[in-house]
């Protein structure tokens, strides 16, 4: 089988490179020339475990291409995946522009029956207009041609990507059309052979589905994060309240951790663009706007953390604060939405400077934040904290969950660690003589 993937970021070039990996011939396909040159001379424009190497195995095994020419890349494909970004447009509705530009240029170009599936994360209705671009275009060229539109959304975490996508807790596809719908079964039979995880559904229904899903593990986690600042107040350690509540089946433990705000390319567009899809169909989705409204105050709460230590030693101006962590998440050099962003732009503003350190996304600090006189872009963790009057923790990258709290006692000036992640025992950081603040669990300070 041969398949077209048109945008090759995060999510299209996973997918197609692990459509390659099952032995499927891909054609990836983006408009940014670099993205295709270092691709096809061996290189890798994000950093996602694992998928370096599988992308050399696919090129080595001639199964995967890359371009940026559409002739070839719909030539080449009797299905063709659009997985072009969705940004969110000036009201925060997804911008639509990139995925009907390539239904448009797809339109322009097919000469056979093909399916053409909507991966990336669109509002309910987009694959009405993908068909429609597609008819239309047809039409100028005075063809009639069968073609069919399917929504498969796509569910993969960056920083585990390629396991989510080869084995998929589920496979959505939305379809009504039986021959593509029976093509997309043959297609992901090998990531499905275990137990059967396709789900056949409408389109309406499928572009819906992954929105909830992001909605629901937003709201989650925001419901979690108002929870640990009332726990903080009333004395009571948000951690246990966790645990308590995550061994309940009907609630179970995933997306309880409370923390200083979720980030990603995902999570904030997603739930901005249901917001808008229920305004625009008068349907009150209030729980989604406290959602947002607690993330945005989340992304806020190290700063304010530090400025309350700070408000007693005559303010921030003129600190330097360590920051451990610039991507949204581990794993992922990933910095669109990210918590840091917020924490490093108000501790600018607040007259200090910043040593930041991230295992992955350092390059994307520097492009974040330029001014090298208010920011450095430390080389390691070590590197981050020397000079340093106080430790911020963003990001929770296994290499920091051991630090030397001795050394960090010694090193920091204020002997203070703002942790928006939770990552340590309490104990054995104040064994060290630290003061240490978390998230949820009461100011801590040490004697
Ligand atoms: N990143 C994730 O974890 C994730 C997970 C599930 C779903 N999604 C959804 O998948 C979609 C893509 O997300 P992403 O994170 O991979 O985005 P991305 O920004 O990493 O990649 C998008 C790519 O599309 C290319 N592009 C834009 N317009 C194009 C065009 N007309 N023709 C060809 N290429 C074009 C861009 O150059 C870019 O390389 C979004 O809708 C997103 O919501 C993302």
Request: aromatic share 8%; glycine share 10%.
């Amino acid at each position: 089988m041969k398949v077209t993937v048109v945008g090759t970021g995060y999510v299209g070039l996973v997918a197609g490179t692990c459509f390659s990996h099952i032995g499927i011939d891909v054609m990836c396909l983006d408009v940014d020339a670099r993205k295709i040159d270092l691709l096809s001379s061996g290189g890798i424009p994000i950093f996602e475990p694992g998928l370096d190497a599988l992308v050399r195995d696919g090129r080595e095994a001639g199964k995967l291409h890359f371009t940026t020419s559409y002739d070839e890349a719909v030539e080449h494909g009797e299905i063709v995946f659009i997985a072009v970004g969705t940004p969110p447009g000036e009201d925060g509705s997804a911008d639509l522009q990139y995925v009907l530009g390539v239904a448009g240029e797809v339109g322009r170009r097919i000469t056979r029956p093909t399916i053409i599936v909507n991966k990336s994360t669109v509002p309910v209705g987009t694959a009405e207009k993908v068909r429609q671009v597609v008819s239309d275009a047809l039409k100028e060229r005075n063809l009639s041609m069968e073609f069919a539109v399917v929504s498969n959304p796509e569910f993969l975490r960056e920083g585990v990507a390629i396991r989510d996508f080869m084995e998929p807790d589920r496979i959505v596809v939305g379809g009504d059309v039986d021959w593509a719908v029976e093509k997309m079964r043959r297609l992901y039979a090998p990531l499905n052979h275990d137990r059967d995880n396709i789900m056949v559904m409408d389109t309406k229904s499928a572009e819906l589905t992954k929105y909830a899903a992001n909605a629901m593990l937003a709201t989650r986690i925001s419901f979690m994060n108002e929870l640990a600042g009332l726990s903080a107040r009333l004395g009571a350690d948000i951690e246990a309240v966790r645990r308590g509540i995550g061994s309940d089946p009907r609630i179970g433990p995933h997306f309880l951790y409370p923390g200083c705000g979720y980030g990603g390319s995902c999570f904030p567009k997603d739930v901005q663009a249901l917001i808008q899809m229920a305004g625009q169909n008068n349907v009150d989705l209030g729980i989604l706007e406290a959602t947002e409204r607690a993330n945005e105050r989340q992304k806020r709460v190290l700063f304010e953390m530090l400025s309350s230590f700070y408000k007693a030693k005559g303010g921030l101006s003129g600190r330097t604060i360590a920051v451990w962590g610039i991507a949204f998440k581990p794993n992922t050099d990933d910095v669109r939405e990210a918590p840091s962003r917020v924490l490093i732009g108000e501790l600018i503003q607040a007259g200090a400077k910043v040593r930041v350190y991230d295992p992955e996304a350092g390059g994307q600090g520097e492009l974040l934040f330029p001014d090298r006189s208010s920011v450095v872009i430390a080389r390691s963790a070590e590197d981050a904290i020397e000079g340093a009057d106080a430790l911020a923790i963003v990001t929770e990258w296994a290499e920091f969950r051991n630090p030397s709290f001795a050394g960090l006692a010694r090193t920091l000036r204020d002997r203070a660690i703002f942790d928006g992640r939770n990552m340590y025992r309490l104990e054995e950081v104040e064994a060290a003589g630290l003061s240490y603040f978390q998230i949820g669990r009461g100011p801590r300070i040490a004697a």
